[in-house]
């Protein structure tokens, strides 16, 4: 994880936790430009084999209040490239109203 720790955003917190990659974002909206960064330091991690042998990543989303239609398309884009590799995308602590989006969009089965 560290020989790719310029590209991990300043408001987000990457460790290993159990058998997941825990991502803590320290941000209260998710918009487009977060999303994309997301993204990018997901792909770098995966691109380094350094989660691999994990089950997953999981993203604890308790400061986020808001997240943008781009960011939730970054969270299916992520969602997929681990779903092809046998892993998971968890999302810990979101907020009712994100909660009642992912419901509303149907995403909340394959979001969990």
Same mark, same amino acid.
């Given at each position: 994880?560290? &020989? =790719?720790?310029?590209? *991990? +955003? ?8 159990? $058998?997941?990659? #825990?991502?803590?974002?320290? *941000? ?9 960064? /997301?993204?990018?330091? #997901?792909? @770098?991690?995966?691109?380094? @084999?350094?989660? =691999? ?6 993203? @604890?989303?308790?400061?986020? $209040?808001?997240?943008?239609? +781009?960011?939730?398309? @970054? ?17 810990? $602590? +979101?907020? +009712?109203? #994100?909660?009642?989006? /992912?419901?509303?969009?149907?995403? &909340?089965?394959? /979001?969990?």
């Amino acid at each position: 994880m560290s &020989d =790719m720790s310029h590209s *991990i +955003p300043s408001w987000l917190k990457v460790e290993q936790a159990e $058998n997941h990659l #825990l991502l803590t974002l320290h *941000i209260a909206a998710l918009n487009e430009s977060e999303g994309k960064s /997301l993204k990018t330091c #997901l792909e @770098d991690q995966m691109a380094s @084999d350094s989660i =691999m042998q994990l089950a997953g990543v999981a993203l @604890d989303l308790a400061l986020v $209040n808001l997240i943008t239609s +781009p960011a939730i398309g @970054d969270l299916i884009f992520i969602h997929k490239r681990l779903a092809a590799q046998g892993q998971a995308l968890i999302l810990l $602590n +979101p907020a +009712p109203m #994100l909660i009642q989006t /992912l419901e509303f969009l149907k995403l &909340d089965q394959i /979001l969990t």
